[in-house]
């Protein structure tokens, strides 16, 4: 059975700090790993990643996908409270692409000033 | 977001009640999905559907059904509510079943409490 799993599931830091938020994976058939951020309403995209050491990177955000591992990590410097937030790693799953997605359970964060 | 709508917001019914969900979209795109949020589990597949009359079911799929007459409009009912299906529910829309790189785009979501 094909599962997606983040640590830790939550997390408080202080602003300034660096984290890394972990996501592993057993996917059958494995094409694709994403990661949204959820504030208070619907998650917003982040990065998708498909090649394994390749670093996407956005502002303070980065990710890799490691795939003979099986695991991605999110890394965010320099945290501002405004980097509070769940944090959700997906993976598409099932045969044929259809889209459907299977998401980690997320990890919280709490940036305190 | 933008060219995505879930109606209602907010609802509170009571167990045992019908309750119809909407998720109205102006893209056309072809794919629609809606996902349930609970804490610790993160997002989970309950239908989706692939096109016009198209459907199938996802990993949480009972006590759900859904129906997709025409392209922009995607309903989730539950049949008789139960305190179980009290969850924030998210729709989400794709141009094709091939996760775009961009993702796919998800509604604001529809908080349902069942008492």
């Known amino acids: 059975e094909d599962k997606v799993v983040q640590s830790p599931l939550s997390l408080v830091v202080h602003e300034g700090d660096t984290v890394t938020l972990n996501c592993s994976y057993e996917v059958t058939n494995f094409r694709s790993l994403l990661w949204y951020k959820q504030e208070k309403k619907a998650p917003t995209f982040l990065f998708m990643l498909t090649s394994s050491g390749i670093e996407k990177k956005s502002g303070r955000l980065s990710s890799i996908l490691d795939k003979k591992e099986l695991f991605s990590i999110l890394n965010i410097t320099a945290t501002q409270t405004g980097d509070s937030a769940i944090y959700l790693c997906?993976?598409?799953?099932?045969?044929?692409?259809?889209?459907?997605?299977?998401f980690g359970q997320g990890t919280t964060l709490q940036v305190k000033p | 977001d933008a060219g995505i709508t879930q109606s209602p917001r907010h609802k509170v019914t009571e167990t045992g009640t019908p309750v119809t969900l909407r998720c109205h979209q102006t893209?056309?795109?072809?794919?629609m999905y809606w996902y349930r949020q609970d804490p610790g589990h993160g997002l989970r597949l309950i239908h989706y559907?692939?096109?016009?009359?198209?459907?199938d079911k996802g990993e949480v799929s009972d006590g759900y059904s859904v129906s997709r007459s025409k392209t922009e409009d995607f309903l989730l009912t539950l049949e008789s509510a139960t305190s179980s299906q009290t969850s924030v529910y998210f729709c989400?829309?794709?141009?094709?079943?091939?996760?775009?790189?961009?993702?796919?785009?998800f509604g604001s979501g529809t908080r349902l409490t069942v008492v």
């Open positions: 893209e056309n795109h072809r794919y």
């Open positions: 559907s692939y096109g016009v009359k198209d459907t």
């Open positions: 989400a829309i794709s141009e094709t079943g091939a996760i775009p790189p961009h993702g796919y785009t």
């Open positions: 997906a993976a598409p799953h099932g045969s044929g692409n259809t889209g459907k997605l299977i």
